[in-house]
């Protein structure tokens, strides 16, 4: 399981589990990809935000999602205090 990773990882890293390796991204893909989906989002005025636990591939962020969850937020929300709540 990774979670803000920030790099690619090794195609050896990838196959070696059974089932596959899994990441925790603190957005709802596929909308904010790679590098600070948070503050991207709140720069965006999205709400809700959320999080997406996928299977992670090759390419950044954009494996097969297993699961997503939504969090309405208040509109003085910062990036300090809800990328914290979202992992």
């Given at each position: 399981i990774t979670a803000a990773y920030g790099?690619?990882?090794?195609?050896?890293?990838?196959?070696?589990?059974?089932?596959?390796t899994v990441n925790i991204h603190p957005s709802l893909l596929p909308r904010w990809r790679g590098a600070s989906p948070v503050q991207r989002s709140l720069e965006a005025g999205?709400?809700?935000?959320?999080?997406?636990?996928?299977?992670t591939v090759s390419k950044?962020?954009?494996?097969?999602?297993?699961?997503q969850k939504e969090e309405t937020i208040d509109e003085n929300e910062t990036a300090t205090n809800l990328l914290p709540h979202l992992f």
């Open positions: 790099q690619y990882l090794p195609k050896r890293f990838l196959a070696a589990p059974t089932y596959g999205d709400n809700p935000v959320g999080v997406t636990v996928l299977f950044m962020d954009a494996g097969p999602i297993i699961s």
